[in-house]
Nanobody
């Protein structure tokens, strides 16, 4: 069993900053990638940023230059530093961990989602 614990969401004024964290624990054997996705009301979930085990990153065009993703492999934790926030960044932000987990019936490759954390940017 794998658990993802997200934190750092909240209410911020436009132009402000927030830092999201997502810590993975449990029967994780290895992590290939960690990422942040978001879903605004009435919209589909979209990729915000993703980082691989080799620290290769990719970002959505809408947040390039404002958001930075990083990871601490020793802690199985991924961070999203969000600066210059805009009202259109308002959404529920979800962490996703891609990797191998152990347990019955054996090793499996899974994409594991967090419960989501709400980010609200006021104008």
């Amino acid at each position: 069993q794998v658990q993802l614990v997200e934190s750092g969401g909240g209410l911020v004024q436009a132009g402000g900053s927030l830092r999201l964290s997502c810590a993975a624990s449990g029967s994780i054997v290895s992590i290939s990638a960690m990422g942040w996705y978001r879903q605004a009301p009435g919209k589909q979930r979209e990729l915000v940023a993703r980082i691989t085990s080799g620290t290769s990153t990719n970002y959505a065009d809408s947040i390039k230059g404002r958001f930075t993703i990083s990871r601490d492999n020793a802690k199985n934790t991924v961070y999203l530093q969000m600066n210059s926030l805009k009202p259109e960044d308002t959404a529920v932000y979800y962490c996703r961990v891609d990797g191998v987990v152990s347990g019955a019936p054996g090793y499996r490759y899974l994409e594991i989602w967090g419960q989501g954390t709400l980010v609200t940017v006021s104008s």
